[in-house]
Each structure stands twice: as C-alpha cells, then as structure tokens.
C-alpha cells in the first residue's frame, strides 16, 4: 500500500462536511491477483434512493517539480482505478481530488481541459485550508 497523500485528512473531512460517510480509507480492490489501494469510498445516501451514491475518490496532491510529470501519474492510475472499479464495484464513481490551487494553475489550460474531456474524468476541487469541497466536476 502507498503512502497517504498529504492533503489526505483534508480531503476526507471536507467529504464529510459535505454530508459524504466514509466506508473506506483506503479502499482496496483485487483484480487478477494485483491489489490496488484507493485513497477513500464514501457513500451519500440520498432521500429519493434506498441504496445511496456511492464514489472512490483518489487524491493528488501535485507537488513535485513537474506538475507534467504529476498529471501523468494522476491519469494513468485514475483510469486504471476506474477500470478496476467496473470490475468489482461498478456503482462506485471515481473522482480525482486536486487542490483549488492546482486546479486554477494547471487544470483550467486549454489542453488538459481537452485531455479531462476526452478521458471523461471527474474532479473534486478542494481547499486544503477549509477542508472543504469546493466544486465536483463531472
């Protein structure tokens, strides 16, 4: 299992300030004998469904010297993540959870926005200060 990412905490309390209940930290799937760690599962249960929405959420933090370099990575297991999740948890939506700061320095250029639409990802925006949830992108 990986190291917790730094703004971990901060990201788990805002998920439950905005009324999200964390099932899993981590959470962890099994596909053909290789284990993947997810930062976080929660779940919401809404008033109009008995089962509730349920999500993964994988944390980054983007604080090396090539944020390139970091999105990379986030992308390559976001998409791995996701494929995964079809497999064992199919309900459970992945979300990318990115730092307010990061999202308005790197995330709005034009061409990740592209890649973010062609890979069709979902972001969480987050301040790690408030430790809350800022925007869900779908």
């Not at 805002?14 to 290789?34: F, M, R, Y």
């Not at 809350?132 to 992108?137: F, G, Q």
């Amino acid at each position: 299992m990986s190291a917790r990412d730094i703004f971990h905490n901060a990201v788990r309390v805002a998920l439950e300030k905005d009324g999200w209940i964390i099932t899993h930290d981590p959470l962890s799937i099994k596909v053909d004998e290789i284990d993947f760690y997810i930062d976080l599962g929660a779940e919401r249960i809404l008033a109009a469904q008995k089962a509730g929405q349920q999500i993964a959420v994988e944390i980054k933090s983007f604080l090396s010297a090539s944020e390139v370099s970091d999105f990379y990575v986030a992308l390559g297991q976001t998409l791995t993540y996701r494929s995964a999740l079809r497999k064992k948890y199919p309900n459970r939506i992945l979300y990318l959870a990115i730092s307010e700061d990061i999202y308005q320095d790197f995330f709005v250029r034009p061409f990740i926005q592209e890649v973010i639409v062609e890979y069709q990802l979902k972001l969480l925006i987050f301040s790690p200060i408030k430790e809350e949830v800022l925007l869900w992108k779908e």
